[in-house]
């Protein structure tokens, strides 16, 4: 866990320059025997308090300056100066989008089942001010209240809809925290669940429901299907009733199609061959098979 605020020391390349260059003058004047050595000192001391006069934020910081320990300003970016001893900069804001992982485990959900829940946040500071004299860890304060409005979205919503409606939950879990954390300066721009993790037995237990429903809408479509062929052959008996040359037609067609194929041996009623004329027509396609039998040996 990273943490909220950043602590710099005053000692800069800046700072360190100045000093340097204040010493080595310092010390110059006192070969040279222009100052003493209380002289010395007293440079000294006040080279050392210019230095840490000098401070520099970086571009995505907001120093708090602190005169004599009530808020006085905001500094940076860049190199700015202090009022050394009455003046000092206990923190550095971080105003980039941050990130924070935080989890609910073994939380029950609406219908009682145990989950694992994995989201993150991205937030950032809008208000350094705020954030600074409101909270005194506001990143820890972050992921504390993502956490319970996490566990509390989770009892709210049943196990489907906790796997089907991810991203209307996480969009009112950043509701929940944007209206916690505004008061501090701070915003949830948004948050993401990465993983919702269930018991093994449970998802052993959806495979086979998930299973058993697919086999239940086979066979629904099978029976459908069924139902519909059946209203097509009664639509078609109507037809035939009414007209037996159709309904010959179709026997003769039936009959062909099965002695079209090698090998293969249709049994007819003689009843159905006697009224529809169908000896004939065996016969006549029994002899241009063996003709053509004939020809194929003679080859």
């Known amino acids: 866990?990273?943490?909220?605020?950043i602590n710099k020391s005053w000692f800069n390349p800046?700072?360190?320059?100045?000093?340097?260059?204040?010493?080595?003058?310092?010390?110059?004047?006192?070969?040279?025997?222009?100052?003493?050595?209380?002289?010395?000192?007293?440079?000294?001391?006040?080279s050392g308090l210019v230095a840490s006069?000098?401070?520099?934020?970086?571009?995505?910081e907001r120093a708090v300056v602190l005169r004599?320990?009530?808020?006085?300003?905001?500094?940076?970016?860049?190199?700015?100066?202090?009022?050394?001893i009455i003046d000092s900069v206990p923190t550095y804001i971080d105003q980039r989008v941050r990130v924070s992982a935080f989890k609910a485990e073994q939380t029950l959900?609406?219908?009682?089942?145990?989950?694992?829940?994995?989201?993150?946040?991205y937030w950032t500071v809008w208000d350094v001010e705020k954030a600074a004299l409101e909270v005194q860890e506001y990143q820890k304060a972050i992921e504390h209240i993502a956490q319970t409005g996490l566990r509390d979205t989770i009892g709210k919503h049943e196990l489907s809809d906790l796997l089907q409606e991810r991203d209307k939950i996480?969009?009112?879990?950043?509701?929940?925290?944007?209206?916690?954390?505004?008061?501090?300066?701070?915003?949830?721009q948004t948050v993401g669940i990465k993983d919702i993790a269930i018991p093994q037995a449970l998802a052993e237990a959806m495979s086979k429901e998930a299973q058993a429903e697919r086999e239940r809408r086979a066979r629904v479509i099978l029976g459908t299907a069924e139902t519909e062929i059946a209203e097509k052959f009664e639509q078609a008996s109507k037809k035939y009733t009414d007209n037996p040359v159709a309904l010959?037609?179709?026997?003769?067609?039936?009959?062909?199609?099965?002695?079209?194929?090698?090998?293969?041996?249709?049994?007819?009623?003689?009843?159905?061959?006697d009224t529809m004329n169908l000896g004939a027509m065996g016969g006549l396609v029994s002899l241009a098979n063996n003709s053509k039998t004939s020809v194929n040996d003679t080859n």
């Open 109 to 121: 959900t609406k219908d009682t089942v145990p989950v694992n829940v994995d989201a993150v946040v």
């Open 53 to 60: 006069a000098i401070h520099i934020a970086d571009q995505w």
């Open 1 to 5: 866990m990273t943490t909220n605020v």
């Open 170 to 188: 996480a969009e009112d879990l950043q509701q929940v925290l944007d209206r916690n954390t505004n008061p501090w300066g701070i915003t949830c």
């Open 14 to 46: 800046i700072s360190l320059s100045v000093l340097s260059i204040l010493v080595i003058a310092s010390v110059v004047l006192y070969v040279l025997q222009l100052v003493n050595m209380p002289v010395l000192i007293l440079l000294l001391i006040s």
């Open 248 to 273: 010959h037609l179709r026997g003769m067609n039936m009959l062909f199609e099965g002695l079209k194929e090698k090998g293969s041996m249709v049994i007819v009623p003689s009843s159905a061959l």
């Open 68 to 84: 004599m320990g009530k808020y006085s300003v905001l500094k940076g970016p860049g190199p700015f100066v202090i009022i050394p």
